[in-house]
């Protein structure tokens, strides 16, 4: 996850950037998952590689924190809303999927809306 922070804020700087340009007062929001799973799996064409734990292999709940750090203090301040949804997901069949929190994801969801509905309404 950490490999590819430094890509991620890149590319959410240059979607806001694009909002901007073709609209001064659009209300820029980004909603970014963040998986928090024991360990996942990678896929390189018919290679599948499973996180490790150590070296280049972090499993993502190593990295979680570190990448919403990152992503709050170098991403969401270009950002009217920033919205995190903590998640785990292996990536590995069946697939399972499942919130960290399902009732604090939902709640901080719901009130990034109510924020967004209101930032509409001063704006327009």
Same mark, same amino acid.
């Given at each position: 996850m950490i490999k590819q922070i430094d890509r991620v804020i890149g590319d959410l700087?240059?979607?806001?950037?694009? %909002?901007k340009r073709s609209d001064g007062n659009a209300i820029c929001v980004a909603v970014?998952?963040?998986n928090?799973?024991?360990y996942t799996v990678g896929y390189e064409g018919e290679r599948a590689t499973r996180t490790t734990g150590k070296?280049?292999?972090?499993?993502?709940?190593q990295?979680?924190?570190?990448?919403?750090?990152?992503l709050r203090s170098e991403a969401a301040p270009r950002f009217?809303?920033?919205?995190t949804l903590p998640?785990?997901?292996?990536?590995?069949?069946? %697939?399972?999927f499942e919130w960290v929190d399902y009732n604090a994801t939902r709640q901080d969801y719901g009130a990034a809306l109510a924020r967004i509905s209101r930032e509409y309404e001063k704006r327009f």
């Amino acid at each position: 996850m950490i490999k590819q922070i430094d890509r991620v804020i890149g590319d959410l700087h240059k979607q806001v950037e694009h %909002f901007k340009r073709s609209d001064g007062n659009a209300i820029c929001v980004a909603v970014v998952g963040i998986n928090h799973a024991a360990y996942t799996v990678g896929y390189e064409g018919e290679r599948a590689t499973r996180t490790t734990g150590k070296g280049g292999y972090l499993h993502p709940i190593q990295e979680a924190a570190e990448a919403e750090r990152r992503l709050r203090s170098e991403a969401a301040p270009r950002f009217d809303e920033f919205v995190t949804l903590p998640y785990k997901a292996t990536n590995e069949p069946p %697939f399972p999927f499942e919130w960290v929190d399902y009732n604090a994801t939902r709640q901080d969801y719901g009130a990034a809306l109510a924020r967004i509905s209101r930032e509409y309404e001063k704006r327009f």
